[in-house]
């Protein structure tokens, strides 16, 4: 499928425009700007003293065919490349993959509250974590550690959970009794996972710190580990943008057009989970990026999914990078928490959208 | 020829019935409204045609049963218009529109200029190509009542089926909005199944009326067969005459002056 076409629409619009999207090509490519700018921002800025103008030229000297001497010395070098790199590239992959999970969620569910965590993947997978944590099986840092690879599975179970139940309920496998499954299962395992909190006091610290979520474990073993998700996740996402046009008219309106709502409901959700679980697998529990940047996506660039899908997902990787450049950097040499300074900026920034935009929210 | 066929077709909910052994059948190119009092089982029988509802019997349509059809299939030949359609926030007249072509595209698959050009055409027809960049929201009851038909039109099936497409229209987009079906019918060669309140209208555009009560057909024919002051008394529950003025029939309460 051409790149064109996965990020924005088919075939060019007829003389009148229809189909025609004024912002997709824009909002594009202000996007990738935005990537570029938060990327190299992260990449050049951080509490080591490296001159910016040498970071840049040893940048530079990884592209093609491009040769500069950038004086830099070998930790330095280390530095850009095995800290402050893979930092960026979970923070967009991370972030990307939130924005877009939030965004299909509210798609499949027509409700503008509906974030990645809804079917309760940040309870199973705080759940998992903890359980890693207080039993020694990690720390939180490394490659073998356990703490990514039990909160991906709490995720992943949490949301087969609520799904089996919310669709044996009876009601006619309508949403709602999904998303009232998610809140059932949601409670049900942070229930648990606070009562193993309160019997391990000793690990409160580590537990509370995976719970607000953070990037400064950053390693290319955990980008490896979420960047197949988060492609795949995003890939077939992606695929179904138009489809989830069709599913804003209802379920009763889709299936008069050919769509099986449900069906188109297990695949996204489906899709979505698994990057969602990757993400918080490696990043812990970040909240705020699915709900803000897709809605703030739809204020400035309209409601429509094959817009707001590749535009939340260019907005949540430049969003999360910048947040955790200011984390790290507002405090420095310490580092505030990320699902702090999420909130903390991005509560402001929406305010200020949602007050200047004539748009609705869907 | 019949196009349409309903066999026998039933449904219950919760125990209720809802519909109960109907069975007609609508000929290519006929313009049929469903009328009878609230609750008489209009709108479930209108869904039910549509394949949107479960029920007993069969239907079929050009000769094939509708469960051997599959739903992108079955789409291509009913489109449905609901009494409240969806009105997505924030979405555009165009893209609305244009959902109206998801049965023809590939699953997964984005309109080619082949479908951009068919709704251009369609949007023209209902004039509503100045107002494209439009949110639905942004538009009175009578331009968004003639976007659900552009929608539907832009289906381009041979049977469209409307379910009370003129509630909340004042008298002159009454007019308009079955004058404009009129001429796509014709246009189109549409066959138009649709339910209807208000009976005048009915019998002024139909070619057949069909009256339900309690789940049943009472009486099927033409308006002038179906439209018996006497029946409709009965049906209704009300006090009813009907005139005829010019070549039309018209159906007015009848107010007794004892009975203030």
Redesign the interface.
Known sequence: MPVR?LLG????????????DKFRVPGLLIGFLAVAVAASAGLLIGPADIDRTNALKELLDRLPFISVDSGLSPIQKNIIWEVRLPRVALGALVGGTLALSGASYQAVFRNPLADPYLLGAAAGAGLGATVAIVTGSGDGVGTFDLVPLLAFVGALIAVALTYLLGYSSGTQRSPAALLLAGVAVASFLTAIQTFIQQQNVETIRQVYSWILGRLNTASWDEVSLLAPYAFASGLLIL??R??L??M???D??A??????PQLVRLVVICAASLGTAAAVAVSGLIAFVGIIVPHTV?LVA???NRVVLPLSILFGAAFLVFVDLLGRSLASPAEIPIGVITAFCGAPFFVIVLRSSK???? | MNLFVVNEVGVRIEDVPILSDVSLSVNTGEWVSIVGPNGAGKTTLL?VM?G?QKASGSLSIDGRNITDL???????L???V?QH??I?????V??Y????R??H?P???????H???L??QV?EQFDL?SM??R?L?SLSGGELQRCHLARAIA?ATPIVFLDEPTTALDLGHQQQALDRIRLLREEHQVTVVMTMHDLTLASQYSDRIILMSKGRIAVEGKPAEVLDPIRLSELYGAQVKVLQVDDHLVVVPSVSKENP
């Open positions: 076409q629409g088919g075939a060019a619009p007829g003389p009148m425009g229809v189909g025609a695929v179904y138009r489809i046009d069709v804003r008219l209802g009763l309106e299936s008069s057009l050919g769509i099986r739809r309209g409601a429509s748009r609705t929210l869907g | 869904s549509a949107l599959t739903l992108r299939e079955r789409a291509r009913l489109a449905y609901p359609p969806e997505p926030p924030g979405m555009t165009n893209s529109v244009l959902l109206g998801t049965p595209l699953f997964l698959g984005m309109e080619g200029s479908d951009f050009r709704v251009e949007l190509s494209g960049q949110t929201e289906q």
